[in-house]
């Protein structure tokens, strides 16, 4: 295996590689790599960083010693006094939320930017539609939390300024307080993530569609091949790659999602997701050890992500 | 590769440009420079009002507050004598982000004073400055103000603008059209709330939302409720974390709101209405062409709000408040002014905020209400001169009860409250608020 | 992907377009109306006055009269037109571009003779350091170089983890992907220190550091699979030639992965352009940038947030251009003809 994968690609003198990778390196240890280990740090001390975690316990309550604020982080959310409430307490947690938001968002983005990619490739007015799908991402939150709120307004009197609403009583039902009930606010909320990041996807998505070659598909069009078929067979076998890197990119982003929950609710109503529950921690309540074990969780969430990721390329350059 | 030409050079001259427009541009100071035609050396020591004392010409202040738009006007607007008497520039900031002062903070790069909140003297008491030594006059300020500016014995905090928030605003016409009177007591409030009932009226208009502060408002009306049942030193215990807040005075004042918070009788739109309504558009209910509610409890800048949209609307006709009938004190808002860096320039900034003159400059320019006793004769509107009478004769001041405790114990109460509007349990939801308050004892 | 597909040479034409059927035109038009409609909303409202806008929805703009009273036009028996005309308003942009802050208009309020504080009511005011006009050029200062710069350093370092050949190459790159997870809000304090240290608080290029090391992970992560699934014979023809790898680098694998260029392009520039926390940290109020400026037309209380209506659009323009401008990098054919013999 070792062989086919050197085989792949070129030896050079020593010390080319760091060349090209020294300045990332750099700018990345101290950007990023040095604040993590940092924030590893304070994730074992207590509100301020003072002295040990340990110290924060109180009486009577369980203490896991310095990871006193990961018991905080892990099982603070949770009402564990019978089964049925903590499965109920878990759903409406911020890990809870995580799932929510991970199974729909991933996938509607993911889904919806793939199949108007490929639609969309077949049209004359191909670059206005693709505008018109990626402007949401060029609204700054605060500028999308303006925009639903105007279609998510409840009003209590017969006047609705939420469009949602508008249509509802229009239909002759009473209005809906959409996002302060749960567990639908949440949804009502992955609504406004996939508004702003299926343009993400897209862009992505039919840049690597167009890279597939012309003459692929012309051959499979002679051969009789209806365009679903052509979806199913060719194009998305070509470009899984780009796929899964989409995927990949979008689960980190969900992971670190922070601005529309904020915006929108303050992760209020049971709809806290991981980064707000951080902010909050961090700075509302100014408890920096609590905030940082948040952070650490986070960060840990994703290596899964990686592994997959690193088996991926493994397996790939082991083709080429 | 003919293609890439063009475009690296758009890129190089773009880069250039920036670089370039980068080491031009002067930093964009955002006040009014004082017009200050000498050659800059020490100001004189006293000029006029203003005690000037080691100040230079040119001298800056750098602030961060959470001011903006027409807030960030009249502070302006109150700074200014004093800017130009002692040729101090400003170089203000402007954030609600509590992470931004944090940062700064914590990166040992803070700003030489801040305006923020009353947790925050307690979060950096380590770094903020003793207002003894800057010269702060105390003398006028009512006691109350100096306790909750003293943290572990040092006087950090000096309080420049309240907001009172145990009001009830309500529309005269609508009340005289209706038949109702002003109540004068507790009691007399509770039998105006059923007989509006029973009339078929609306009597409470109800808010939550408020972004990540939702149920702020029904913090602050429990808070009031206290007031009235239990006194300002119940509460000032709560807060010193000596009653937990499990306590049934506080389950009590729990019920009597709920009662009237999640009811449709009571208030609009019942439990659903109070949750998702925001703040301001509650205010407003009670002052639209076709009003849903006669009477909303709210702090002191509700008219500023239902005169952004009703701009017709005229006090003491169209709207009028009256406080809290029974309470023993008053429930309020706070900013203060708190100082991280002493240069003489802050000094100057203190002393004059602190004297007679800045007491009546900021009631003149009438940014809320200034804790500054002289300003008390100086407001301009009928409306403020009441709100400051009631600040003047309140026998007790206490600030919010979440805002004061530290830690999670503000977000637990806020999503406790709105837990029990939303059908929680009441003991439960009590309980976990008294595990925040004993939890943030011990951090 | 078979060689003697690609051997084949093409000319270099744009493809014929593939005959729509009506299923993917009416698929793509309902798309296109639900993520239109919410930002529709958003434009008609910025053209209201406030009074309208907390109390009518925006979908009744053409019926002139519902609404409070204090917003209806004093003669009930005008005419249409009229009527309309009082309904909408240029207010909420010149006062977003012009930074006004106090309760009415600026233009009722330049009118009046009381001069807003600040003010000159004249046409210098688009330049007020409170209004729109000195936050764009501070926009564009932070923002293109932001992008550039990433982009730059990440193409050397994708490369190398796509074609060369060193010890530790996937453990050094799992880390970076792993980087990428990093909450910003981790990073700001011991980052803020360091510059403070050095002097570099509420500079320019301290910012842009912060931003390129930020945008690092992702940059390298995009590129550098873009740059491993381009064919392996495009590589070994070139190292037959005799090319070492800063020819190929620079000849052969910078044009052919323009596409994902111009995407990482869009998005950091998009990011940054839309940030607002590390422009306040390290720049600080002396320098605004648009968000900033966006920020603070919302007083604490929430009063006038119509002022966000307009300001949110105008201060999506630039990336929308960019955007389009940036369309061209995504055609076909850039594959064809790469390959010769």
């Not at chain 1, 899984?240 to 992971?255: G, Q, W, Y």
């Not at chain 3, 981790?186 to 390129?212: D, E, I, Q, S, Y």
């Not at chain 3, 105008?314 to 850039?334: C, D, E, N, T």
């Amino acid at each position: 295996m070792a062989k086919a994968v050197t085989a792949s690609v070129m030896k050079q003198k020593k010390g080319v590689p760091w060349l090209y990778l020294l300045p990332a390196i750099i700018v990345m240890t101290i950007f990023i790599l040095y604040p993590m280990l940092n924030t590893v740090n304070l994730s074992f001390g207590n509100a301020n960083g003072t002295a040990s975690a340990a110290t924060t316990c109180r009486e009577g309550q369980p203490c896991w010693g310095i990871f006193e604020n990961y018991r905080y982080a892990l099982t603070n959310e949770l009402n564990t006094t019978t089964i049925a409430t903590t499965w109920e307490s878990f759903w409406v947690s911020s890990y809870g939320n995580m799932i929510k938001w991970l199974l729909v968002m991933v996938t509607g983005s993911v889904g919806i930017g793939l199949i108007f990619a490929v639609m969309v490739d077949r049209i004359k007015q191909e670059a206005l539609a693709k505008s018109i799908i990626f402007m949401p991402m060029a609204i700054s939150f605060v500028g999308a939390g303006v925009i639903w709120k105007f279609v998510y307004n409840y009003g209590t009197s017969q006047v609705q300024t939420g469009i949602l609403n508008a249509i509802i009583t229009g239909l002759g039902f009473q209005p809906v307080s959409w996002l302060t009930g749960s567990p639908l606010n949440t949804f009502m909320l992955v609504v406004v993530g996939v508004w702003m990041w299926t343009g993400f996807c897209m862009t992505l998505l039919s840049s690597a569609i167009k890279s597939i070659p012309e003459e692929i598909i012309e051959a499979s069009r002679i051969d009789g091949a209806t365009n679903f078929e052509i979806f199913a067979k060719i194009q998305v076998p070509i470009i899984a790659p780009t796929i899964i890197v989409v995927i990949t990119t979008m689960v980190i982003n969900v992971l670190k999602l922070f601005d529309i929950v904020y915006v929108m609710t303050g992760g209020n109503y049971g709809t806290n997701v991981i980064a707000t529950r951080m902010y909050t921690e961090m700075y509302t309540n100014a408890h920096y050890g609590r905030g940082t074990a948040i952070a650490v969780i986070l960060i840990l969430l994703i290596v899964p992500f990686i592994v997959m990721n690193i088996r991926r390329f493994t397996k790939q350059e082991a083709m080429r | 590769m003919k293609q890439k030409n063009p475009v690296w050079t758009l890129l190089a001259v773009l880069l250039v440009a920036s670089l370039a427009l980068a080491a031009c541009a002067s930093p964009t100071a955002t006040t009014v420079p004082p017009v200050d035609t000498e050659e800059p050396d020490e100001t004189e020591p006293v000029v006029g009002d203003f005690d000037c004392t080691g100040v230079t010409a040119g001298d800056s202040v750098s602030m961060l507050y959470q001011w903006s738009g027409e807030e960030e006007a009249k502070l302006t607007a109150i700074l200014q004598p004093w800017m130009e008497a002692c040729g101090v520039t400003v170089n203000p900031e402007s954030t609600r982000d509590q992470a931004l002062l944090d940062t700064r903070v914590q990166a040992g790069t803070p700003p030489d004073v801040a305006f923020w909140n009353v947790p925050q003297l307690t979060q950096y008491k380590d770094q903020l400055v003793d207002m003894n030594t800057l010269g702060a006059n105390a003398a006028n300020y009512a006691g109350y103000w100096g306790d909750i500016g003293t943290i572990d014995g040092t006087w950090l905090g000096l309080p420049v603008k309240a907001d009172p928030k145990t009001l009830i605003w309500y529309s005269p016409a609508n009340f005289d059209a209706a038949g109702y009177t002003v109540p004068s007591t507790w009691a007399e409030l509770d039998a105006l709330v059923e007989q509006m009932v029973s009339d078929g009226n609306v009597p409470w208009s109800m808010g939550f939302e408020s972004g990540d502060a939702t149920g702020w408002t029904g913090t602050d009306f429990i808070q009031d409720i206290l007031l009235v049942t239990q006194g300002p030193d119940y509460v000032n215990q709560i807060i010193a974390g000596e009653i937990a807040y499990n306590d049934a005075g506080v389950k009590e004042a729990y019920e009597i709101y709920g009662k009237w918070a999640m009811d449709p009788a009571y208030t609009v739109a019942g439990a659903e209405g109070t949750l998702s309504t925001g703040f301001n558009d509650a205010i407003l209910k009670v002052f639209s062409d076709t009003p849903e509610a006669y009477m909303v409890k709210q702090s002191g800048f509700a008219s500023g709000t239902l005169l952004g949209t009703y701009p017709d609307k005229v006090y003491g006709v169209d709207y009028d408040f009256f406080g809290v009938p029974g309470a023993q004190g008053l429930q309020g808002g706070s900013d203060w002014l708190m100082v991280f860096n002493d240069t003489p320039a802050v000094r100057s900034l203190i002393k004059y905020l602190s004297s007679d003159k800045g007491g009546e400059m900021w009631a003149t320019i009438g940014f809320d209400l200034s804790p500054n006793a002289k300003g008390n004769q100086s407001y301009t509107s009928e409306e403020a001169a009441k709100k400051a009478d009631l600040l003047a004769n309140a026998t007790g001041f206490t600030p919010d009860i979440g805002d004061s405790i530290p830690g999670g114990f503000g977000s637990a109460e806020f999503s406790g409250i709105t837990d029990y509007v939303n059908g929680g349990d009441l003991d439960a939801i009590l309980n976990t608020i008294a595990d925040a308050q004993a939890d943030a004892m011990v951090q | 992907m078979t060689t003697a597909a690609l051997s084949k040479p093409l000319p270099k034409k744009r493809s014929p377009r593939k005959p729509s059927n009506l299923g993917t035109s009416i698929g793509i038009a309902i798309i296109l109306i639900l993520w239109l409609v919410p930002t529709f909303g958003l434009l008609v409202t910025s053209f209201r006055p406030v009074a309208l806008i907390n109390t009518t929805g925006w979908w009744t703009a053409l019926d002139v009269d519902n609404g409070p009273v204090s917003a209806q036009h004093p003669d009930p028996n005008a005419p249409y037109m009229e009527k309309l005309g009082t309904r909408f308003t240029i207010d909420n942009y010149v006062d977003a571009l012009t930074g006004y802050r106090g309760t009415s208009t600026y233009r009722a309020a330049c009118a009046s003779d009381t001069k807003p504080l600040g003010m000159n009511c004249n046409i210098t005011d688009l330049l007020n350091p409170r209004g729109m006009g000195r936050a764009f050029v501070n926009s564009v200062i932070v923002t293109v170089p932001s992008t550039i710069f990433p982009i730059f350093i990440a193409l050397f370092a994708a490369y190398a983890f796509a074609w060369m050949d060193f010890k530790g190459r996937y453990a050094i790159f799992a880390i970076l992907v792993g980087l990428q997870v990093v909450p910003i809000q981790m990073t700001l304090v011991p980052v803020l220190r360091m510059f403070a240290g050095l002097g570099m608080n509420g500079t320019f290029p301290a910012v842009w550091l912060f931003h390129t090391g930020f945008g690092l992970p992702y940059a390298i992560y995009m590129l550098r699979n873009s740059m491993s699934s381009l064919p392996k014979d495009l590589f070994e023809s070139a190292y037959l030639d005799g090319a070492n790898h800063w020819q190929v680098f620079s000849r052969i694998v910078l044009p052919l992965t323009m596409p994902a260029i111009a995407s990482l392009a869009i998005f950091q520039f998009l990011w940054v352009w839309n940030d607002l926390l590390v422009s306040l940290v390290f720049l600080g109020g002396s320098k605004p940038v648009m968000t900033y400026q966006i920020s603070n037309m919302v007083s604490s209380l929430g009063a006038g947030w119509h002022l966000l209506t307009a300001a949110a659009f105008l201060s999506m323009l630039l990336p929308m251009i960019v955007f389009f401008a940036l369309q061209k990098y995504f055609v076909r054919g850039m594959m064809a003809g790469a390959v010769k013999g």
